[in-house]
C-alpha cells in the first residue's frame, strides 16, 4: 500500500553529518566539536535537533560529552555493545578471513567508481589520509582508524550511495577486523612499507582516472592481507 511521502527527519541529516565528519576525518580523535548553539546557527536548525543528533552519536560511542567542557571525539573505539553489526557477527564466530573476503569485492569496486568520480576535494582528502598515515609511520605510531578512514574516504569518492551506506554500516567491523589484522599479525611481520606503497598505487591510479588500475591495486592491497590471514589461520 502506498504511504504519504514524509521529508527526512532534520535530527538524522544533521547526525549524518556530523558521523560522516567522523568517518572521514575531519573530526579526529580528541577533537572537541563546537557549541550547540554554534552548530544550530551554521546548520539552521533548533538547539534541539542538534542535541538529539549529538545523543545519536554518544549512543553510538563515536563522541562524549565531558561534563562543563564539551562535547570530544571519543579517543577509544567504541565499546562491542554499541557495534550491532559486530556483536552479531561474533555471535556466529566470524574470521579475519571471512572480513577480508568480503573487503575485497566491495573495497575494489569502491577504488574503481573512484578513479571515475573523484572530484579534486575527495583527491585532497584521500591525500591528507596518506600525509597523517606517513607522519604516524615516523613517529613510530600506527593508527588503525586512519588507515580506515583512508579506505572510507575511497568509498564516499565513489559518489555510489549504496555503496557509501555499506561502508558506513562496514565502519565499526572494519576497525574491529584491522586493528587485531595489524596488532597480531602485520605489525609483527614488518608489513608497513609494502602496505603504505600499495596504498599510494591506489591514490595514483584513482588520481590518474584509471578505473581499472584502482581495481587492482585494492585487490592487490586486500589480497596480499588476506593470504597472510589464511596462513596464520587469523
Known sequence: MLKPVRHR???????????????????????RLMSERD???????GRPT??????????QGLVESRRGVGTFVSDQDPSAEKR????VLNNEGFSIVDFQEVRMALEAKSAELA???ATHEDLRIIRR??????????????????DVML?????YASKNIVQIHLMKNFYDVQLYAMSLSYKN???????DDLINDQHNRIFNAIRDRDPDLARKSMEEHIGTVLELCREHGL
Open 129 to 146: 589520509c596518506l600525509e597523517q598515515i606517513d607522519r604516524e609511520r615516523a613517529a613510530g605510531h600506527i593508527e588503525i582508524r586512519t
Open 50 to 59: 542538534v542535541r538529539g543528533a549529538i545523543q545519536r552519536l554518544i549512543t
Open 185 to 191: 599479525l602485520l605489525a609483527s611481520l614488518g608489513m
Open 84 to 87: 550491532p553489526l559486530l556483536q
Open 115 to 117: 578513479a571515475q568520480r
Open 39 to 45: 552548530m544550530a546557527l551554521r546548520f539552521k536548525v
Open 151 to 155: 579506505h572510507m574516504n575511497i568509498a
Open 9 to 31: 527527519n532534520i535530527t538524522d541529516q544533521v547526525y549524518e553529518q556530523l558521523r560522516d565528519m567522523v568517518y572521514r576525518g575531519e573530526l579526529g580523535p580528541g577533537q
